[in-house]
């Protein structure tokens, strides 16, 4: 197909920077590719960098004032640095790697999802809530300390590490490698969904104000093991109140305390009965 060779140049300037994973310095080439990416077409203004750490490398910046999306462009980088986004941002189904070009402050929502992100570090710490779903992500390094909604399903996930400690709605975390709660958030003031963890413990529990999800044949398992489940609940689809779990978990708490102590009682005694035998045994010789 027959293209105008401006179209070839404004082309090979745009590769040119996605390869080198650099910002651009002039506010035409910033004006240039929001044109071409800005699908909501929003009111915007480039400003100076307010960061002075930032503004050698990274002299302008921009405000969106309304939603911004570039959804699913097969974006690696984003040679634009957002500063702060009036409504949503949505950076969904794209390629990225990371996150360097994200705005401080979205007062909509983050939308990050389908990527290839195995790192949140640049997210934005003010925003109304983070989608962040189906990527790579190991850990939370980079979430704020409080957000409104959180999804992070469909990552690999071993630890909540550095995961909100306030979430003022609902928290997903389906699909990862979660086996137990710590580090996770201290409040979940809406649901939670934990749906297809090898969750085994339901230690560090968190203050869950609606409804819980929790599928893990791990984790039922051990609790039937311990008389804290019957046989016929462990295939069900648990969504619960959170007193269940709650509950749940110090009753197995006990059990297993009790449990322990029993054993040690046991050792106890078949040691002392050992020890009796042997005596009995120097006895007799």
Request: proline share 4%; hydrophobic share 35%.
């Amino acid at each position: 197909m027959f293209e105008l060779p401006l179209n070839n140049f404004k082309k090979s300037i745009y590769s040119l920077f996605q390869e080198k994973k650099e910002f651009f310095k002039s506010k035409r080439k910033i004006e240039f590719w929001m044109k071409q990416h800005h699908s909501t077409q929003s009111d915007y203004s480039i400003i100076d960098n307010p960061n002075i750490e930032q503004k050698k490398e990274i002299p302008f910046v921009v405000n969106v004032h309304g939603h911004f999306s570039c959804f699913e462009q097969s974006l690696t980088w984003i040679p634009v640095k957002f500063y702060e986004i009036e409504g949503y941002f949505n950076c969904s189904d794209n390629q990225l790697k990371n996150l360097d070009f994200d705005p401080y402050k979205v007062q909509g929502k983050f939308i990050c999802y389908s990527n290839q992100l195995a790192s949140l570090a640049g997210c934005p710490q003010l925003a109304d809530s983070i989608d962040a779903s189906y990527n790579l992500l190991k850990d939370l390094l980079g979430l704020p300390e409080e957000v409104n909604h959180l999804n992070v399903s469909k990552n690999q996930l071993t630890s909540l590490l550095y995961c909100p400690k306030i979430i003022h709605g609902d928290f997903i975390c389906t699909n990862n490698f979660i086996k137990n709660f710590q580090f996770g958030p201290d409040i979940i003031s809406g649901s939670a969904n934990f749906k297809d963890n090898p969750i085994e413990s339901l230690e560090y529990f968190p203050d869950i104000k609606k409804s819980v999800q929790i599928r893990s044949k791990i984790l039922f398992e051990k609790m039937v093991a311990i008389n804290c489940l019957q046989e016929s609940e462990t295939n069900a689809f648990f969504n619960k109140d959170p007193n269940f779990w709650k509950n749940l978990h110090i009753i197995s708490h006990q059990k297993e305390k009790a449990l322990r102590e029993n054993q040690i009682i046991l050792n106890s005694m078949e040691n002392s009965s050992f020890i009796l035998k042997e005596n009995k045994k120097i006895k007799k010789i």
